[in-house]
């Protein structure tokens, strides 16, 4: 049999079709991607209107975001039949980190635990593997990974304003997900896309991605296929910090004051079930602190023993010369003083802290916003200062 007889195409759309029904998906992302498209043509504002006003306002925004959503729907329905036709023992452990994420609307109202939380219309979500892949109905800023806001116009009026309402809602995916590091977000404007990073000293924007160019549509899906494929410190979450449903609380992994027999520092387990202060910042150093115990919880309500304060403050890079890591200060002070001072050691006991650090494989990172950034930390600010270091540190007295 020839070499050519042999080529088969990698995807089967007759099957994709017929088993995952992607036809009206497909018709669907039609109108965000065709030039010519009607629906963007009676959604851009006329001649007579405003200059960067949008016709409609909320009602355009909507049918602005089916397109997306079918967009998003259509790539990830095709990822999973992909992923599922090609698992092996091999290519499982290979995609160890993959995520099913969706697409999913707001049916209207206020979401998440703050009554002035703004109602987002659209986002990404991931759920859990197997199940059914459709647009979700309800959007919750506890468990959004990634916030889309769309608009009908992309004048620069309307760009701006979509950045200001994309600010707003990741506010309270800090403030309603206790593991979130850093953010990501995703604006739609017309045909015109835009990923954003926030992170603590700024938030920064891809160019615009022209999702009518065969190009522009190639970088969209390469943007859902990494955000399905990242390990989860890469799309901003903290794997020291876990939800545990079964004992209905979370659990914090903690550096320990101790050092264990091989001289690295040990890591000390704490948990909690209720928030002393959320992070509803976006600049900063989003400090949150939770009421915690180091006792294993057995169901009932967490009675706290001590508070952890988990924040993000500008520090030297290099750990032994910072002149703010007040967990090393305090350890050492305890330790030059010894039994001298009592009175000192109870006013200023620490139970556990330091710099955050997570294992990535066989390495342990300590966390930063070089660890973050990554080359992006290179970059001046506005006003052309240096973008500062910052230490994620973890205190527990």
């Not at 800023?141 to 309307?158: E, H, M, N, P």
């Not at 930063?368 to 052309?384: E, F």
Request: charged share 25%.
């Amino acid at each position: 049999m020839s070499d050519v007889a042999q080529l088969q195409p990698l995807f089967d759309t007759e099957a994709y079709a017929k088993g995952l029904a992607t036809a009206k998906a497909f018709a669907g992302l039609q109108e965000w991607v065709a030039p010519g498209s009607e629906q963007l043509a009676a959604l851009r504002p006329s001649p007579s209107s405003p200059k960067g006003a949008c016709t409609g306002d909320k009602d355009a925004e909507r049918m602005a975001s089916r397109p997306v959503l079918a967009f998003v729907l259509f790539v990830v329905q095709h990822l999973a039949c992909f992923v599922d036709a090609i698992e092996t023992d091999f290519v499982t452990k290979q995609l160890g980190s993959y995520h099913q994420i969706v697409p999913c609307a707001n049916t209207g109202g206020q979401q998440g635990n703050n009554s002035d939380s703004p109602a987002a219309e659209t986002g990404i979500r991931i759920q859990n593997r197997g199940a059914n892949i459709k647009v979700g109905a309800e959007l919750q800023y506890s468990d959004l990974l990634c916030g889309i806001v769309t608009s009908a116009s992309k004048t620069q009026r309307a760009v701006d304003k979509a950045y200001a309402e994309l600010m707003r809602s990741t506010c309270c995916v800090f403030e309603n997900q206790y593991n979130r590091r850093f953010a990501f977000g995703l604006t739609a404007c017309a045909n015109e896309a835009r990923l954003c990073l926030f992170a603590h000293d700024a938030v920064f924007s891809s160019r615009a991605i022209d999702v009518t160019t065969t190009a522009g549509r190639q970088t969209f899906v390469q943007l859902l296929v990494n955000l399905s494929l990242c390990d989860l410190d890469q799309l901003g979450y903290d794997p020291s910090i876990r939800r545990d449903r079964r004992r209905k609380c979370w659990s914090i992994k903690c550096p320990s004051i101790q050092r264990g027999r091989s001289g690295k520092s040990a890591k000390k387990t704490f948990f909690f079930d209720r928030v002393e202060q959320q992070a509803s910042g976006l600049f900063g150093t989003r400090t949150r602190h939770f009421m915690v115990t180091d006792e294993v919880p057995t169901g009932g309500e967490i009675r706290p023993k001590y508070r952890l304060t988990d924040e993000w403050p500008e520090a030297a890079e290099f750990t032994d010369h910072s002149v703010r890591d007040e967990v090393r200060l305090v350890c050492h002070t305890i330790r030059k003083l010894a039994d001298k001072d009592a009175g000192y050691m109870a006013r200023n006991k620490i139970i556990a802290g330091g710099r955050a650090c997570f294992d990535v494989g066989t390495w342990a990172v300590k966390d930063s916003s070089k660890t973050v950034l990554g080359s992006l930390s290179d970059l001046h600010l506005p006003d052309n200062s240096t973008m500062p270091f910052r230490a994620h540190r973890w205190l527990v007295q």
